[in-house]
């Protein structure tokens, strides 16, 4: 009888499963990529929306990639191991050789590999739209967008884990417009209402969004930023672990 592969082959072997699966799937692609380049898109050749002082291109583009984390680290997240508990396929992998560990290894792998594919698109399109990002500001954006994916997706896993698969659909839907409309992602929240402003600032959305944009368009590092999304990731990775089911 065969030993099972060692366990970085068997994470790198399921990452990949998991990548191709996000990206064969219609409904997941559409919200990590098509929409991404399409609310870019739209942002750049129109000024209905106010983003604030500057070019359109380059205040647009970071709040996209964030819009991108959103989309891949939450909402895809949340849909795709909601679905696999419901299923039990969950269950079965996490008692295979991978183990639970490895699963949730594998599943981070895949969100970054995704990310990957994701700015690499918007970067292309935003570039052929005139981006000029501030080079010095490079470091302190991809640590902001690990720091996002981090708080994101604890928070997916504490939804799918906790909600049904149904319950997991419609609530990841639901707050990928919100926070889109509101949440200080794709328009900067020093331009919501004041109010608002005042509440959204606490929110991993606004904080990510503020965070990319102070590094691409300013060239800043953004640490009040970073210690909101490194307190909702540690909150949600506790939580997660603790009341994540494994199956239904």
Known sequence: MSAAAPLRRRVLHQARFETLTLLRNGEQLLVAVVLPVAV?????????IDLGAGRRVDLATPGVLALCVLSSAFTAQAIGTGFDRRYGVLRLLGASPLGRTGLLAAKALSVLAVLVVQVAVIAVVARGLGWEPDPGGLPAAVLSVLLGTWAFVALALLLAGTVRAEG?????????????????VVVAR????????????????????DAVRAALVHGAASPAAWAVLVAWA??????????????D
């Open 234 to 247: 540690v909150v949600a990775t506790a939580l997660a672990g603790r009341l994540f089911r494994w199956s």
């Open 190 to 209: 020093s331009e919501l209402p004041g109010g608002l402003a005042a509440v959204v600032r606490w929110l991993p959305s606004a904080a990510l969004g």
């Open 168 to 184: 997991v659909l419609a609530l990841a839907n639901l707050v990928w417009v919100a926070l889109l409309a509101l949440g200080g």
């Open 40 to 48: 870019l898109v739209g942002l750049v050749a129109t000024d209905g």
